[in-house]
């Protein structure tokens, strides 16, 4: 029997991301975000986090979402600064920008004569999950909530998706009067959707790139 002793396996540092790589993940991700919540605003469906306060405000209000979704963020940029940094938060200011500018934009881009609602639940919870992760694997949020969950998870071990989940599954709640059943049970599906991308991909350790 061998007496050998082998060294503890050690996580190898991440590579920093090259300025470049984090403009194209920010591109890329607020522009899926965006194509995402058309898709939820056309067929009266919800989402989570701040984004899902937004678009219950504008079904409410007859507000635009985008105004709406930069306005609410404006409060939390001050727990990004305090407790992400300064580069956490500019990059989140920009980002939250960039989806105020698309969701306008998507509408001229984008004409739809027919969208199947549970067609819209899965793809467009696809893309917001598939654009809140390259965001956030970028150290970059989408302010609000995401905020919120990206600090718990770096401080606190708490994974990002399924504190996200919880917060949205409230939020969906509070829309009971508003939406009809079954938009709200697609909703609560769409909100499993992006979650369940994040948790099953944003688990610390599993990527290591650096922003």
């Given at each position: 029997m061998?007496?050998?002793i082998t060294a503890p396996r050690v996580q190898a540092p991440g590579e920093r991301h090259r300025l470049y790589e984090d403009a194209l993940a920010m591109l890329l991700g607020t522009l899926f975000i965006?194509?995402?919540m058309m898709l939820y605003t056309k067929t009266m469906l919800l989402t989570g986090s701040i984004a899902g306060v937004s678009l219950l405000l504008s079904y409410v209000t007859r507000l635009e979402f985008g105004m709406l979704f930069f306005l609410i963020n404006l409060p939390f940029y001050a727990l990004a600064w305090k407790r992400l940094g300064w580069r956490f938060?500019?990059?989140t200011f920009v980002a939250v920008g960039l989806v105020t500018l698309f969701s306008r934009l998507t509408e001229s881009w984008i004409t739809l004569s027919h969208l199947d609602p549970v067609y819209a639940t899965i793809v467009g919870g696809g893309l917001c999950g598939t654009g809140l992760l390259m965001l956030f694997r970028h150290r970059t949020g989408l302010g609000g909530i995401n905020i919120l969950a990206i600090y718990l998870q770096e401080r606190h071990g708490i994974r990002a998706g399924w504190f996200q989940l919880a917060v949205d599954l409230s939020i969906l709640a509070a829309a009971?009067?508003?939406l009809?059943?079954?938009r709200l049970l697609?909703?609560?599906v769409g909100a499993a959707i992006v979650n369940l991308i994040l948790a099953i991909n944003h688990?610390?350790?599993?990527y290591l790139g650096i922003s």
């Open positions: 061998s007496n050998t965006a194509l995402g938060t500019l990059r009971f009067f508003v009809a059943p079954d697609l909703s609560v688990k610390p350790g599993r």
